[in-house]
Nanobody, 118 residues
Framework: QVQLVESGGGLVQAGGSLRLSCAAS????????MGWHRQAPGKQRELVAG???????NYADSVKGRFTVSRDNAKNTVYLQMNSLKPEDTAVYYC????????????WGQGTQVTVSS
């Protein structure tokens, strides 16, 4: 019912910035939260950041103060502004949508690669 398409990934130097976008189509009214997970090779998928329709946010401790999640409800689009990037941030980033911030598991995007060089 919902399709998510990420964009904005790429290669960036440590300390630099990158902004990811996720456009949603085919709205599901039960969806109240959207956000981002990431997965690096050999590691479990990790919830990075999420945001509700009302603007409440949640961040992983590892990205607090560096990443900012935002949304444009009119465009059904969420963004992830990533600043002060570290090599440890290198991963495939997946957009996700769900009922709550703690359960962003209902819909998934295709993923976009973020690589941070040291």
């Amino acid at each position: 019912q919902v399709q998510l398409v990420e964009s904005g990934g790429g290669l960036v130097q440590a300390g630099g910035s990158l902004r990811l976008s996720c456009a949603a189509s085919g709205s599901d009214f039960s969806i109240n939260a959207m956000g981002w997970h990431r997965q690096a090779p050999g590691k479990q998928r990790e919830l990075v950041a999420g945001i509700t329709r009302g603007g409440s946010t949640n961040y992983a401790d590892s990205v607090k103060g560096r990443f900012t999640v935002s949304r444009d409800n009119a465009k059904n689009t969420v963004y992830l502004q990533m600043n002060s990037l570290k090599p440890e941030d290198t991963a495939v980033y997946y957009c996700a949508a769900g009922i709550t911030l703690r359960r962003l598991n209902d819909y998934w995007g295709q993923g976009t690669q973020v690589t941070v060089s040291s």
